[in-house]
């Protein structure tokens, strides 16, 4: 194929039509004859000791068919045998036991005839609580007086020998001789940096349902970002055979790295099994933010050391992760890195329990946070220098042939390539003299750069050629953000057939090939790589059986628009239809494509990105003016669709960075449980986005795809506060830039506060 046909253009995404007309079916949807609601007690503290749980008048309220508590699944699991259908390895932690270590925790669970009668049974259950001190600063949790929040927690040493508590995990790295490039260095720049927890704020709360028949087989409806990761979670918790249950993926709205594990299912499934019914469970919104997987916070103290050329010689943190109750772990702390080329490289990273729920992924796990302290000194470096941020960055950035940390070579990069695009973006060079005055509030200019490198995980597709001649592709795939459209795509080039005569079946957990979940910017890196060997080999069964049928050679032959040609003939062919029928006949059987995969490695990526604000120094508000941003794509399947996902994670970033914060108190628990005090932007918040695709093919990705979901988040809210600093000549270290931040800060600045 000399040229593309399908692939590179912006086609509508093949699920559009069921959205936009409200058929597409959710797990909020669903309803089966019997079903049952489920609710939750929750504790309203955020560390306390249980005193005692009567359920009795919950037990006896009319329509209420089970009350489950932590006694009471211990009791099941206890007297169950290995062909049970409650099992023996039931997850004693599903409820709290003699101790609230968060608020928000599950107490008990409640199935009823409807929500409203599970809700008057939660109000009947008795709980007797004796409060404790909490804490949810990282510093103060690291102290010897806070309180243990997981027993059993060793205290562990710095490797000053500095004791800490409340410490889950810790990672520690050194490459080359940090104390060594300090000296060397002309300037050195040091700073702490705070970001606070982010909810990833998906529109569909959490929502399953569950059905156990009479043989103990388990099905679950469920909006989720694998299918088999719930299979396999529940089989762990519950103690349930794989074969035993069959996970059914719904349409999901959203996720962002937040619905992979079991807020919910395991309790659904309970639930049924105590009733014999099937169980919805759907989460209110303020359950989202009291019991779901928000991105961990972090306290980070960075130190970097420049000659006075701008060359990088040195860069050392120190970093204490918010992990809430854990488990969690101190995974993209090294991002200090950057891209950049720096022989002295040194952290200690420490993951810190608080009495905060257990954080989950969120978009580019732990990037955000960690890019955020490195490109926001980077560019008080650039400041104190007088050198241009983004020549700093050029001057320092790795190429292809380059080694990171000690690392292979890097091959296919576009680091330098995709930051000079979004400066041309901008015209960057003459930004200064083209701002505007936005009633007569100071303007800058911020930039950043942000780097994610997608892994792959193993699936398999199946592509099969029907007598009507369209082609069907059968997967476990959940999608997320438009890859069945782009897999739909591959498999169309692959096929030299129209995008509209391929169709997507969703297999559920019985019936398709494993895929690997819908995050971390592998989908269609691995998805799409199955589809199109699956393409592949189905390409191969079309020719062969085309030749039997035109009784000539495979090499003679050309596919068209879904018809196989002798070449140099204009009435020597067969359709794809028509080899469909043959196929049935002929003993080679059905056309049937199969392609697998499983881990090759991909190339780091980096999303470059511009933002101007306006700052009102009299009342610390801002207004953004412009937006920009370039993505090395590798290979662009659905260009609009690979501008939707840089949209989106730029908006995700700038909210972040700008309004968004879990708020906690230690007396009154999270304060913001809502989309009211959650601050969200909307679109009246925002100008449009300019974006540039980058396209440095990948060697391993299907036509040369790079996962491309993850980089639009990383650099944004370094971006921002960097414009914020160009604007006013103030370097926030603490993020979101509320009000009062952005004032305090310039009013320090000038001496007029408290510093």
């Known amino acids: 194929m000399s040229e593309f046909q399908v692939i590179g253009k912006s086609l509508p995404r093949v699920d559009a039509v069921e959205k936009v007309t409200g058929a597409a079916r959710y797990a909020a949807d669903m309803s089966l004859p019997g079903m049952l609601w489920g609710k939750f007690l929750r504790s309203p503290y ?74 008057d049974a939660l109000d009947l259950i008795e709980v007797e609580y004796e409060a404790l001190p909490a804490v949810h600063d990282v510093l103060e949790a690291i102290e010897p007086d806070a309180p243990i929040i997981q027993e059993n927690t060793n205290v562990i040493e710095t490797p000053e020998g500095t004791p800490l508590y409340n410490v889950c995990d810790q990672g520690h790295h050194a490459f080359g001789d940090v104390e060594q490039g300090f000296a060397e260095s002309d300037l050195i720049v040091e700073g702490t940096y705070r970001i606070a927890r982010a909810h990833q704020t998906y529109l569909e709360p959490h929502a399953v349902v569950a059905q156990v028949d009479a043989t103990g087989k388990v099905t679950v409806w469920t909006g989720t970002q694998s299918i088999f990761a719930i299979r396999s979670g529940l089989a762990s918790s519950l103690g349930i055979p794989l074969s035993k249950i069959n996970v059914i993926g719904t349409t999901i709205g959203g996720g962002f790295g937040a619905k992979f594990g079991l807020m919910i299912h395991p309790y659904a499934v309970l639930l049924s099994q105590a009733t014999g019914r099937p169980v919805k469970i759907v989460y209110s919104r303020e359950e989202e933010f009291l019991d779901a997987c928000p991105a961990p916070g972090l306290v980070i103290h960075l130190k970097t050391g420049v000659k006075k050329d701008g060359t990088l010689l040195a860069r050392q943190a120190t970093a204490y992760w918010n992990i809430g109750v854990g488990p969690g772990g101190t995974w993209g702390t090294g991002r200090i890195a950057g891209v950049y080329k720096i022989p002295n490289v040194k952290w200690d990273a420490y993951a810190v329990y608080t009495h905060e729920p257990t954080p989950g992924a969120y978009r580019a796990p732990n990037a955000p946070q960690v890019t955020f302290a490195s490109e926001a000194q980077l560019d008080e470096v650039a400041h104190k220098l007088g050198i241009d941020p983004v020549e700093l960055r050029l001057k320092n950035m790795a190429e292809e042939g380059d080694s990171l940390l000690g690392g292979g070579p890097l091959t296919r990069v576009a680091f330098k390539e995709t930051l000079r695009k979004v400066a041309e973006l901008v015209d960057w060079k003459n930004r200064k003299s083209k701002a505007v005055s936005s009633n007569g509030h100071k303007i800058g200019w911020g930039i950043a750069v942000g780097e994610w490198t997608n892994g792959a995980g193993p699936a398999g597709a199946i592509l099969s050629i029907h007598e009507d001649g369209i082609a069907r592709i059968l997967y476990g795939k959940v999608d997320l953000t438009g890859t069945d459209t782009a897999c739909a795509q591959i498999a169309a080039e692959v096929l030299e057939m129209p995008f509209e005569d391929i169709q997507i079946i969703h297999g559920d957990t019985d019936s398709s090939p494993y895929a690997t979940g819908s995050g971390g910017s592998v989908v269609l890196f691995s998805v799409g790589n199955a589809v199109k060997r699956a393409a592949e080999h189905a390409r191969e069964q079309i020719l062969t059986l085309a030749a039997q049928e035109l009784k000539t050679e495979v090499d003679k032959l050309a596919i068209h628009d879904k018809r196989v040609w002798v070449q140099g003939s204009e009435d020597e062919y067969v359709s794809f239809a028509e080899l469909g029928q043959a196929s049935l006949r002929t003993t080679g059987g059905p056309l049937i494509g199969t392609g697998r995969f499983a881990n090759e490695p991909s190339h780091p990526v980096i ?149």
């Not at 249980?50 to 309220?61: N, Y």
């Open 46 to 119: 955020d560390h306390a000791r249980i005193v005692g749980i009567d359920v009795s008048k919950a037990e006896a309220l009319p329509g209420v068919r089970a009350v489950l508590t932590h006694k009471s699944i211990g009791s099941a699991a206890s007297l169950a045998t290995e062909d049970s259908v409650h099992g023996t390895k039931v997850d004693q932690s599903l409820f709290a036991a003699d101790r609230i270590i968060y608020q928000g925790q599950k107490i008990a669970a409640v199935a009823a005839d409807s929500p409203h009668l599970a809700e």
């Open 607 to 755: 999303s470059a990105q511009a933002v101007q604000v306006a700052v009102d120094t009299e009342t610390g508000k801002l207004k953004i003016l412009g937006l920009a941003q370039a993505l090395d794509v590798g290979r662009a399947i659905n260009p609009v669709e690979c501008e939707g996902q840089m949209q989106g994670g730029m908006i995700q970033g700038l909210g972040w960075g700008w309004t968004e914060q879990m708020a906690y108190d230690k007396e009154r628990g999270n304060l913001n449980p809502n989309l009211l005090d959650y601050q969200l932007l909307s679109t009246n918040d925002l100008p449009g986005i300019d974006c540039a695709l980058v396209e440095k093919e990948s060697e391993h990705g299907p036509f040369g795809v790079k996962g491309i979901g993850e980089p639009p988040i990383t650099p944004t809210v370094a971006a921002l506060v960097n414009a914020v600093a160009d604007a006013t000549g103030v370097h926030v270290t603490e993020v979101p830039l509320t009000p009062e931040r952005v004032y305090g800060a310039i009013s320090r600045a000038e001496g007029k506060g408290p510093r």
